[in-house]
């Protein structure tokens, strides 16, 4: 069973920067969709960042503009490139494929302050 790790949150004053890795066990973002998700408290996970294994991007509204998604070329460790951070970004993110696992990492935790 793939195990996924996430890291790189933290606390970034609005407007400022942080990249995200997720690390994986096997290579399974070489061949696969893959995306990051995040969970605001009280809030559902949503999709913000997906991409294909072709190498095409995707982005939700929120996050297109500021927001990078990419991968190494061994598929096994995915990025997310986060700029202009705002206090709305604000929430534990997650990567997966896609379709998901059912085991998800255990996250790391982004806060935007104002």
């Known amino acids: 069973q793939v195990q996924l790790v996430e890291s790189g949150g933290g606390l970034v004053q609005a407007g400022g920067s942080l990249r995200l890795s997720c690390a994986a066990s096997?290579?399974?973002?070489?061949?696969?969709?893959v995306g990051w998700y995040r969970q605001a408290p009280g809030e559902q996970r949503e999709l913000v960042a997906r991409m294909s294994s072709g190498g095409r991007t995707d982005y939700a509204d929120s996050v297109k503009g500021r927001f990078t998604i990419s991968r190494d070329n061994a598929g096994r460790t995915l990025y997310l490139q986060m700029n202009s951070l705002k206090p709305a970004d604000t929430a534990v993110y997650y990567c997966?494929?896609?379709?998901?696992?059912?085991?998800w990492g255990q996250g790391t935790q982004v806060t935007g302050s104002a």
């Open positions: 997966n494929v896609i379709p998901t696992m059912a085991n």
């Open positions: 096997g290579t399974i973002f070489r061949f696969n969709v």
